[in-house]
T-cell receptor, first 112, second 112 residues
Framework: QKEVEQNSGPLSVPEGAIASLNCTYSDRGSQSFFWYRQYSGKSPELIMSIYSNGDKEDGRFTAQLNKASQYVSLLIRDSQPSDSATYLCAVNMGDSSYKLIFGSGTRLLVRP | SAVISQKPSRDICQRGTSLTIQCQVDSQVTMMFWYRQQPGQSLTLIATANQGSEATYESGFVIDKFPISRPNLTFSTLTVSNMSPEDSSIYLC?????????FGPGTRLTVL
């Protein structure tokens, strides 16, 4: 059974702090990794994708991938109350189908 | 990215009935998927909607319960058949040119 694990949270951080969200996955064949943000009552929004080991930065967001440790993380710098949402980690199934497995999500609360 | 719409946005249905959900994209897309998000849960892939052929279902989902059509590269339908209260969920379509998937706004279904 291929799995993606996330701490459900909530992760509470003060405004302006760095929020660190973590994700582990079971399938060593996975090659594509994604972070989605989901506000309450809304559909998931893709915010980051990462395919190679190391860091990928986009604005206040940095995705980190370590395939040897089967670990993906998302850092949010200068956290804002508008960043309060559930963050879903998604991993492709390690085949050629483009199908994704989602983690259960981490709820982030940014305190003003 | 593509603009994705779903109809209906929400519905309340009686048990034993069926509901067909439509997903429309404003451009041709190769990949189209249907997901379910049960209350407080993450996303579970129901099936891959294949253009011109039968959908590919994930373990635990069957065609008799969730028939899917995909007549062209911009449109797909998911039917939830013979509904029970356990089918109360948000149903989402997603599209992708490949690895990255983008979600429609979702259909919130309540079965009484």
């Amino acid at each position: 059974q291929k799995e993606v694990e996330q701490n459900s949270g909530p992760l509470s951080v003060p405004e302006g702090a760095i929020a660190s969200l973590n994700c582990t996955y079971s399938d060593r064949g996975s090659q594509s990794f994604f972070w989605y943000r989901q506000y309450s009552g809304k559909s998931p929004e893709l915010i980051m994708s990462i395919y190679s080991n190391g860091d990928k930065e986009d604005g206040r967001f940095t995705a980190q991938l370590n395939k040897a440790s089967q670990y993906v993380s998302l850092l949010i710098r200068d956290s804002q109350p508008s960043d309060s949402a559930t963050y879903l980690c998604a991993v492709n199934m390690g085949d050629s189908s483009y199908k994704l497995i989602f983690g259960s999500g981490t709820r982030l609360l940014v305190r003003p | 990215s593509a603009v994705i719409s779903q109809k209906p946005s929400r519905d309340i249905c009686q048990r034993g009935t069926s509901l067909t959900i439509q997903c429309q994209v404003d451009s041709q897309v190769t990949m189209m998927f249907w997901y379910r998000q049960q209350p407080g849960q993450s996303l579970t892939l129901i099936a891959t909607a294949n253009q011109g052929s039968e959908a590919t279902y994930e373990s635990g989902f069957v065609i008799d319960k969730f028939p899917i059509s995909r007549p062209n590269l911009t449109f797909s339908t998911l039917t939830v058949s013979n509904m029970s209260p356990e089918d109360s969920s948000i149903y989402l379509c997603s599209v992708g040119p490949g690895n990255e998937q983008f979600f429609g706004p979702g259909t919130r279904l309540t079965v009484l």
